[in-house]
């Protein structure tokens, strides 16, 4: 009998042990490939996440052809791509091929390691060029776009590599479902452990939010529906003082539940229910499809900046503002020296546009300089055991800065730095220094480990 | 029927010579019930996935418990003087995994649905007041324990959560498993924080949230109590606990994110009787005289010998233990009203202070016969005596104790510290 009493209480612990134990941890110690959702065709290049240095997972492609502009689906914290499974059944059953519905993983698929904004950049950028590419390849159209539907921490993920990778012009539509735009009453700023990162980026008024929505929140020709609660109370992340954090100025900003009383969506089913994936379609839908024609661009002459081809508008703004696609555009624009200009091309009839470039002309008299430009960034890179605070400088004050936290080579329409970088996780700073006279500073590049000892052990 | 315990002051010598022993042995372990079983808000709501772990720590005075008539008697039973009580001190270490072991394989119900997986290993202190510790030496036995509790094992399977307008609403499927392998526990005992036998409660919950404010959680279990081999404190531990069944309702009310009250009520009742072989609950000092200093045998005296003694040996002694077999209590029955105070401080950390209030209960009280012998002098021993002719057997009342019969009628304060390691 005691045989039996002990037998069954080792049976249950081996059961409670095995239960808790992250399956990335348990089964690979086990010699077991631990099971995730990986539904690509076999010809789809599948990009390696830029967290875990394995291949992401999601799913899409698998036949049907591209006859609109496809859809990515961006899930939220510790979430994984089978949270929009449902959803991309409703897409197929309204008409949309498995060419069209694409989802991407990121992060750690845990809640033992919470998601982080600049972690994930990357992995976006590399599963959208997949895409694209893939599409491509297997169709001969340009695939210029992508739509994009994001949830919650997805939302501020898609938004900051659209900003950092100068990515607005290949997104037609982005749908931001709950996302923290202006920070969320549970992310602490005094947050601690493995899961900071996060919520140390999406604490309301936290520094890095303030980067995001620096210069605008809705930049480019990019068509946004920011879809949310509004109520305060059927989403437990935003709380009544901040319930309209989802808006986004310059969207279509929709508090569903205030809109329709009674619909009571929560954080995870406005994105996935269908009468708000009616919504989201509709809203892609009215955005049109592109023409078959080429991306508008920008030409300079002179002081001048002008939209090719014909009809095209030029949209500029000045003062490291984003200029967006609201306003009257021009086929040209005037520039005055002195000022820096951000700028890109609309095409209206298309709805493809240019990415996003800057201009700065240097004032009336003053000479040109044949000294090297610099740009130095203190601290430099190393391991950080706490989020730092990035200062750039350039040897030249004149100069503006641009700078990437994703990794990829900084070019002018950049984001502007006006302000210390906050970085709260791993990242790879690069920083170009550009000089009224064109001139151009080589690119410094600078790799932090934030949480690690000076080893870089975490 | 008016109970005695609950008459008034001067029928007590009535009293006593019916329930001599009952006073002493009302006792309870009152949380062990309700840890299987913790009321309060979104226990059963589909939580996120990832590890929690949390502490309560569970406080109760209990000088007052339900008889089998569901009246509130005091403790002592008039066998000492009002005003004692037992204390009882449990801290609850809680650990809570949710999450879904079959994600992304083609397993199915499961791959889709979130697991639960609870762990509740018990550390406790409780102890009898002087009074009534002095009372159960006289039988040899103790009044106080201390130690590890049982574990308590959850297993559970969330059901989808559905939608409709403003109500959301998801299942749970779960079974606790009570392992007494760890639990302290002492025969000699009134008090044990562990309980000696195995429990298996399938449990089906609901959790509904309206308008993202006022949250219903609801539950009813069946609690299998296997056998006690070894029941403790001469036999008043039930060798056979009833099956219990339980049911659960709470309300909550978010007043703002991070403030909620909850009100709800427990209902548990024995599915039958509790059981208890060959109680052998006597007195240590035998034979006993029939005058002071032993309290009780006064009244146990006209009690066993309602018919007139013959002449005895002065002074009058007798020889007395409980006639051998199976008795039985008519089950137990507690209901409870719980009010709950959260705070959530941050996601990482909840605070949480409940009261579980007795509004009605039954006890277990069964009737116990005792053989009584009168004591003659030793022929062997000059100044000893020897177990001499039987005399009678005479009923007497006595208490069934430990979880599964004692129910106390004194309210339980808990706290509840819940902390999410993973969380920032």
Redesign the interface.
Known sequence: MGSVKTSSFLLLASLALSACLPRQTLLPALGIEVPVQRDFPADFKVPVSSETGQPVTGFGGGGGGVHRTPIILVHGNTEAPRFWNEARDWFLAHGYTHDEVWAVGYGYDCTCHFDSNDGAVPTIEAFVTAVQDYLRRKSGLPVAQVNIVAHSLGVTLVRQWMKQDNAWHRVRNFVAVAGANHGTWVSPPDAHGISRAGPLELYPDSPWLAQLNRGGETPGATRVLALYDGTGWYDVFFAPWQKDSPHLAGATNLAYNVEHPGAGLGHLELPREPQTLDVIADFIAAGGEPLPVDPPRLERDGDVVRAQPAGALARCAEDGEYPDARGAGAPQVDLQRGRLYTCFADDPESGLSSPMVRYLLAETGKTKTAAALEVHAAPAGGAFRDPQRIVLTSNEPDAYIVYTTSGIRPESGSPLYRAPIVINTGVTLKALAIAADGRRSAVLRQDYRIGADREGRP | MAHPFTEKPERRPRRRRRAWAAALLAAALPAQASFIFFPGLDEYAPL????YVDFTLDYTHIDKIYDETGQSVDLGGGQVPPGESLESVLLLPR?L?I?N?F???KVPILNTRN?V?R?IQPIGWQMASANLRALDERFGLKSRGAGLGD?Y?L?GLYGH?H?W????FNGLLATT?K?P?LGQYDEQSLLNIGTNYLTIAPQLAGHAEF???LFVDATAAYQVNYKNDKPAFGGLYPSDPADVYNLEGSFGW?W??RFYTTVGALFRASIGANRYANPDLNLVQQPTPANPPLIQIPGLVSALLPVPLPAPPNPAVFFISPHPGIYQDQGVRATMLSFGFNYVH??SLVFDFRVLWPVEGKGSFFKLPYDTYLAVPSLTQPGAYERGPFLTTVNTRVSGVGEAAAIPASPQFLFRIVWLP???
């Open positions: 996120p996935r990832g590890p650990f995994w999450g072991v994600r992304d394989t697991q997986f762990l574990t094992l297993f959560e939608h307008g403003v109500m959301h498993f392992l392998y308008f993202g404010r978010k703002a994110p941050r996601d993973w969380a920032p």
